[in-house]
């Protein structure tokens, strides 16, 4: 197969990560006998330094013209004191809404070679195999009215229903190919954008009767995510309290520097990239670990591609080379090998060859 | 000294631990020779079940003559199918806005007789003691326009500088009296609303030149609960942040069941309750965790009544009980003693003799 890959390295860390998964993607190729032709562009805070817009046409064009976008991270101290529409994240934001990408999913697993590095109990992590599906497009982050003077500030949480049904569909199809529980949360006792979504999680779960569904309020799925962490499969809620959900849930297992993410719409098109930040902190110094953002493109090859055994054998690289008791310095497990960035990725490469 | 102390047991186990912490009360009053009038009313369901209203004006003209009040909990499977206006939380709601309690105050401390409990591992929850003050009168809890409707549905969030200034002052003040650290926690780099109350707690912290301040976003909070919880003293949020963040921070220590909290307005007058819900399941099985109204009471007694050596003497009570090792049923610790919810008061009040 062929297939066009527009890679946007972004900030901090981002051209480090995106450059080792482009390694594995021609590892793959190779392999495979695909022809992945990749294209590069500007996003964040290295567009705004090139040419005053965090999402230059020139970066959409490109997007436009390929099958799928390959991520790194976004921002860094650099441009935090920007005015607003000079900002890395807006960019991430624009990209976002200018494709309709409105499906975020994002898997987090525990890896048992990992669990040492989890804030959270062995037998409290060790189980988890969640996915939070959030919605990416709409409610507060997008809507209008929204205003700020000296004296007071408006922002406004919009839902339509076609959005709404949108993600739950997308939710209750990803729990049906997995062990079949949905969790939907909302604020229904507050929100009258709440009372909309579970009512049409309600009319929808009558076209999913094999998947069991359950509401919960976010206040209480903030806590339990610590709690019983476990007991989630499917996870969909709205933009904001997927923000800060998802967030929450990377943590859990200790393996936040290994969780990728997608965000998509209906025909599969979609931007990958890893759920961590740009780490300015680290940047440019090959410390970096690649692995979420090696696993982001393996979920790319799995669903924009349907590359199922490539997407497979790239995770089985990664999760061989852990196991065998190699990491990157994010990771601090006792008496590991502790790799560089391109030392770490050629170990998957080798893997894969 | 003599008080009037309004008493809304409520739903659930609301009853048993009020009645709990009356007895705690009436220990205080005894040893230190102070006079407590205890006045009682309804609220949620037991308010809709005697007249179809979860907050009726009679409790209302009760609570208005008295000097504090303190709520057991709200709510309950019985009511889950009313309508919106009839629901047991909706008392909760009206309370707070009515009589302007904006303060929303929750200590999270972790207790060593506990942290066996708790979800994370014993060197990340240690040392927790943290303050979370919550916003609890504005944003998209009360804001108009809000609206449902088949196709779409509404919620708004707006804060005036006037309702951000007096709970970021209420923060700094609090800071200043704990280890002078303040976390501002918003999302301005997407929400207008957040973008004033950053403003206003730039120029706020002119005034408070003793206490470092950091704005922090609300996803990276939401981990950095988890991993890092004892890096926080103070955490000052919005309304709906500050109800999921809240949450989250309730469980890290394993002691849900332990915490007090206080909601409260500028002249002191406040509504005191544990942060644990009202526990359909082990109602009127004398089962129930009484330590969270108790710990309530304590802040009750120091906040409204300034008697700082009654509250301590409460605090010290509820911890020799514990450390003595007793406990209720809801904590997991193994080899302890099991107690009744009035068994466990008993020693308390013993405690207090
Ligand atoms: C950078 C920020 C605007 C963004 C968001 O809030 O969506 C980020 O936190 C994320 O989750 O991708
Ligand atoms: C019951 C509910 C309306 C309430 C809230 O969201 O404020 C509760 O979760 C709380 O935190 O006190």
Redesign the interface.
Known sequence: MEKTITVLPGDGIGPEVTEAAVKVLQAIAKRFNHTFNLQYGLIGGAAIDACENPLPQETINVCSKSDAILLGAVGGPKWDQNP?HL?P?KGL?AIRKHFGLYANIRPVKAIPALLEA????KE?AEAVDLVIVRELTGG??F?EP???T????????????SEIERIVDTAFQLARSRRGKLASVD?A?????S???REIVEEKKQGYPDVEVEHML???T??K???KPDSFDVIVTEN??G??????A???TGS?GMLPSASTREDGFGLYEPVHGSAPDIAGQNKANPAATILSTAMMLREAFQMETEAAAIEEAVFNVLNDGNFTSDLQIKGKRVLSTTEWTLKVIEELD
Chains 1, 2 share one sequence.
Request: net charge neutral; no cysteine; proline share 2%.
């Open positions: 607003s900002r994240e934001l989890s804030p959270l109990k409290v507060l982050y809507a929204r205003k700020k000296n004296d007071y500030a408006v922002d406004t949480l919009v839902y339509t229903r604020k006792n507050v929100l009258d954008s009372k909309l979504w976010v206040d209480s903030a806590m995510l610590i709690t904001m309290f923000d800060i959900l998802s967030d929450e990377s943590v859990i936040l």
